[in-house]
């Protein structure tokens, strides 16, 4: 039996990165005795290894609590949790659709973030209601009452209404429950409409296939029933349907605004697209629920085994990485340079970076991972615009009638201290400032126009640097601007190194150019012979560098008989060669592949 | 049955000061403060431990080296060397001792020979003032001309050298005018050494900290290219990277280590290697004594074995180790041999290495042999490390 929905409550939690959101969800699920402190072990809702060592979540979870209140009712909790990235704007965005409320989370020590905010923004425009929990209130730097104050300035929230809590030793624990009850409504009761239930994530399962996360907005769900994807037009059967409680429980049936798993023997996350209305095959639902959007990667890089005979093992753990990721794409890809490989879509950098290290970790691989770069529309002289994005397949100059490139909206949460730096910093990165605002008298929010190109070029790290990591950005991706670029090819011993091509501002190539023959040559170790590094334009060489002979490398001792250190010595040099990738006959390390983004 | 050659490594921890390159196993002391019976009962009393896994081989070389050997007493060390030849039912044929330039002079030259050292390797370093002083040595160069000249006067004592080269503005005329003062004064053999900042030391705390004067390496490649220049004319072979002999005085001690011999290593913070039973079988086992001195000298009162941190070492491994030390010697790494010693080819799974190193001239392959050209020698490591 489904629940009456007015006994349901569904709540999000958002916080910045390291503002405790896990810490407090586990307190929660004690709470109501979901699980026990040991069961708990630290941060039930972060799987993955990664996550829990970066302290932040990639994929949402979701668990059911059972609470009793002070009414005398016991109500089913669902609190769903949404990734903490900039990255995965749109899959917080449903999520939150999935829920009628929100805590919003704020470190008393820290304040409020760019971050958060832009998470409150898409709960606002969602419709839900927001309890500001002001936490970590037991550490001595907190500073409840500013914060509280932040909240009604920056948020635009009733601070009055904020709870003072603590994940960590469980203050405001039960007031947190009390508010969810009293001030989220319950999901409306659409029993009788035909089925529509908001597919909010999805991951493989080896022995169920794809399982997908849904929210019931109308109608029912049961075991058996045909049901039909809206959006990838397919047709399943319910094989399986349950919550996490946290530990997962089979159900028959969900109801109106209840949440949880089914399983309907999909065969990949790449049928089950984020956002999607399940509606029942029999009696279709007229139109889709609101809000689906095709999610496409916005930034794409080549990885290439280091060793050329672990392509298929790198295509395996490829596979198995999609598997699980709906938003991750690749393909197999040559480069003159590295061989074959893949050229690989991400979300952002930071889902650039999880998969790299993953591949690295868990399927113990050695990576070339090229500079990252955007998907440019190349529009031509004569047919049809291309889009490009793997700066070595531009078109020759002589075709192109000009580029386009994805333009951002970025906002920027800062300290006042760093204002002149970041200021300096989006300038440089051909940011246009559209917007200021004060938000108190230490704080101020900045937005900029800014190509997306300028960003993925370690424009987050550098924008840490400035700050000195106080500030934080969000953006979203405005469209396509025609931008003034080149292509600068750089060669290694007189050999294009594809892999290493760039595209950049027209007015900044020659400085870029020379900057970046410069740091290939500190990158590149000395090797048996000289090495002339080139930067060029077309043909035109804009910058050279040489790079001399290795001269010395050899140890004094072989001493005492202590062989051990000296062969250890060598293992780590060899290990370190096996880290580079031989182009013509100079070996290459992996960080010279990303030269471009340790530039200015 | 035929007896496998072993060569015997005695660690004497003492120093009257830290050299600020130096990271062996060494506790400054003042002289009065060593204890000198007490430390030779502790090696000793682990040469009784270790012996009966030994008792296949024959004694081939003994090497006192530190610390500093010369400050500990003759009778001391004549006491342990007398053990090790009891031990092993023999005399060894080359018995050197480490002397420093401060604690040798012709006295004990002669004390140290009639106790039976063959050998003295002294740690000249530099004849020029201001390198001695950057390397933060006690002695001058007058000093270290008159304990090398007294040692090289007494009959039936061979003396080697130690030299470093790599010193801020040394100069190839320099290091010339080091080595062929030496040979002049009467040594038979020297090393030179590249000066290498070692991460824990003094140096080391100072390159960290960007406030380590240094030549760069170009500099040192040609001060070790002019060295080589000039052995043809002063009839020196240059047979091992560092290591440099007249006719017939090549020193057989390290050229054991060098062939993959088992040695005896005995002292607090000693490292030896040789054939053990492990769990199923005998395997090499490598291993460093604990550096403790109090507690080793208190293991020694107490007849109990010495605390050591063993490493098991592999076939691949000796292979490895096989190529890494043999490839730095003008001879270069015979195969058969290393295949024997290790039941492993060593070309197997390192064809490709070598033909590319053989095509860049890194590596000569004589069949039974592989070699690095002495050309190449500056980027040994470079080369071996391509091979591992």
Redesign the interface.
């Known amino acids: 039996m489904a629940s009456d929905p007015a006994l349901i409550r569904n709540f999000s939690i958002i916080a910045h990165i390291d503002h405790g959101k896990s810490t407090l969800a586990d307190r929660l699920m004690e709470f109501t005795g979901a699980v026990t402190q040991r069961e708990s072990r630290e941060q039930l809702l972060d799987k993955l290894d990664i996550e829990r060592e970066r302290g932040i979540t990639i994929k949402a979870q979701h668990v059911r609590l059972q609470y009793k209140a002070n009414d005398g009712l016991t109500y089913q909790m669902n609190i769903i949790d949404t990734p903490g990235h900039v990255d995965f704007t749109y899959e917080v965005s449903r999520s939150l659709s999935a829920c009628e409320g929100a805590l919003l989370i704020v470190d008393t020590t820290q304040g409020v973030e760019a971050q958060t905010l832009a998470n409150v923004y898409l709960a606002i425009e969602n419709n839900l209601e927001i309890i500001p929990i002001l936490n970590k209130v037991d550490l001595p730097s907190s500073d409840v009452e500013g914060t509280r104050q932040q909240v009604e300035d920056l948020v635009g929230l009733d601070g009055a209404g904020a709870i003072a809590a603590s994940g960590k030793s469980g203050i405001g624990i039960a007031d947190i429950f009390e508010a969810v009850v009293k001030r989220i409504p319950a999901p409306k009761n659409e029993e009788n409409k035909p089925l529509r239930a908001l597919l909010f994530d999805s991951w493989y399962d080896s022995y169920r296939g794809a399982v997908v996360m849904v929210r019931v907005v109308e109608g029912r769900i049961r075991k058996g029933d045909k049901i039909y994807f809206m959006a990838t037009q397919r047709e399943y059967e319910v094989v399986e349907i349950g919550v996490f409680t946290p530990f997962a429980r089979a159900l028959d049936e969900l109801g109106p605004g209840e949440v949880g798993f089914v399983a309907a023997n999909v065969k990949s996350v790449h049928d089950t697209k984020i956002g999607d209305t399940i509606t029942d095959a029999r009696r279709r639902a007229t139109g889709p629920l609101a809000g689906f959007k095709e999610v496409k990667p916005m930034v794409f890089a080549g990885i290439f085994p280091t060793d050329s005979s672990d392509y298929p093992q790198l295509r395996d753990a490829l596979d198995k990485l999609r598997l699980n990721d709906a938003s991750f794409q690749f393909e197999p890809d040559t480069s003159e340079a590295l061989g074959f490989g893949f050229r690989c879509g991400f979300l952002g950098l930071l889902h650039m970076e999880i998969i790299q290290e993953r591949l690295e970790r868990e399927y113990g691989l050695d990576l070339i991972t090229t500079a990252p770069s955007v998907v440019y529309k190349v529009n031509l002289r004569h047919g049809d615009p291309v889009l490009v994005e793997n700066p070595s397949r531009l078109p020759d100059p002589g075709r192109i009638e000009s580029i386009e490139e994805p333009f951002l909206k970025v906002t920027i949460h800062t300290p006042t201290h760093a204002l002149g730096a970041i200021m300096q910093l989006c300038q440089d990165r051909r940011g246009e400032q559209i917007g200021m605002q004060y938000a108190g008298t230490e704080r101020v929010i900045m937005t900029y126009e800014m190509p997306l190109n300028e960003v993925v070029f370690d424009f987050f790290d550098r924008l840490k640097g400035a700050s000195r990591g106080y500030a934080s950005m969000d953006y979203e991706l405005i469209g396509y601007r025609k931008g003034n670029l080149v292509k600068v090819d750089l060669m290694v011993n007189g050999e294009p190194v594809d892999a290493l091509s760039v595209i950049i501002d027209r007015e900044k190539c020659q400085k870029r150019g020379r900057d970046l023959a410069q740091k290939l040559k500190e990158l590149i170790p000395r090797q048996q012979y000289d090495i002339a590094i080139q930067a060029a334009i077309g043909g035109k060489v804009i910058a050279r560098e040489s790079l001399a002979a290795l001269r010395k490398n050899v140890t004094a001792k072989c001493y005492g008989g202590d062989i051990s250190r000296k062969r250890k010595l060598l293992e780590k040099q060899k290990e370190g060669k096996k880290r580079m990738k031989s182009v013509g006959s100079v070996d290459i390390p992996q960080e010279a592949f990303l030269a471009i983004l340790k530039i200015t | 049955m035929t007896a496998t050659p072993l060569a015997v490594?005695v660690?004497v921890p003492w120093c009257l000061q830290r050299c600020p390159y130096c990271d062996?196993d060494t506790d400054a002391v003042a002289v009065r403060d060593i204890p000198h019976e007490a430390y030779a009962i502790g090696v000793q009393n682990e040469l009784r431990f270790r012996a009966p896994s030994l008792s296949e081989h024959t004694l081939q070389t003994v090497f006192f080296?530190g610390g500093t050997p010369s400050l500990w007493s003759v009778n001391a060390l004549a006491s342990v060397l007398r053990s090790i030849e009891a031990t092993f039912g023999a005399f060894a044929s080359e018995i050197t001792v480490e002397c420093n330039p401060t604690s040798l002079d012709a006295d004990r030259a002669l004390a140290l020979r009639d106790i039976g050292v063959t050998r003295v390797s002294i740690g000249v370093q530099s004849l020029q003032v201001p390198h001695l002083r950057y390397l933060g040595r006690l002695h001058d160069a007058e000093s270290a001309r008159r304990a090398v000249h007294s040692a090289a006067q007494i009959a039936g004592l061979r003396v080697t050298a130690d030299l470093m080269f790599g010193m801020p503005s040394q100069t190839a005329e320099e290091l010339l005018s080091d080595a062929r003062t030496l040979l002049d004064l009467g040594v038979g053999h020297f090393s030179a050494?590249?000066?290498?900042v070692e991460p824990r030391t003094r140096f080391g705390e100072l390159a960290r900290k960007g406030r380590l004067p240094r030549l760069a390496?170009?500099a040192?490649?040609l001060l070790?290219e002019a060295l080589e220049a000039q052995c043809a004319p002063w009839g020196l072979e240059h047979y091992e990277?560092?290591n440099y002999a007249l006719e017939g005085q090549q020193g057989q001690h390290?050229e054991a280590?060098?062939r993959g011999a088992d040695?005896l290593?005995l002292g607090v913070g000693?490292?030896?290697?040789y054939a053990r039973e492990m769990t199923e079988k005998k395997q090499s086992v490598?291993y460093?004594t604990v550096y403790d001195i109090a507690r080793y000298i208190a293991d020694g009162q107490a007849a109990k074995m010495p605390q050591e941190e063993p490493?098991p070492l592999d076939a691949e491994?000796l292979v490895?180790?096989g190529l890494?030390?043999g490839l730095?010697t003008a001879l270069g790494v015979n195969l058969a041999d290393l295949q024997a010693r290790t039941g492993l080819d060593p070309r197997a799974g390192r064809e490709r290495a070598i033909a590319r190193a053989v095509k860049?001239d890194?590596l000569e392959d004589l069949t039974t042999h592989l070699r690095i050209p002495r050309a190449k020698?500056?980027?040994?490591?470079?080369i071996?490390?391509?091979l591992?």
């Open positions: 490594y660690h062996f080296g050494y590249a000066l290498t390496d170009d040192v490649a070790f990277v560092s390290n280590y060098w040695y290593g000693a490292v030896g290697c490598r460093k490493e491994t490895r180790e890494m030390l730095r860049r890194n020698w500056l980027t040994a490591d470079d071996i490390a391509g591992f």
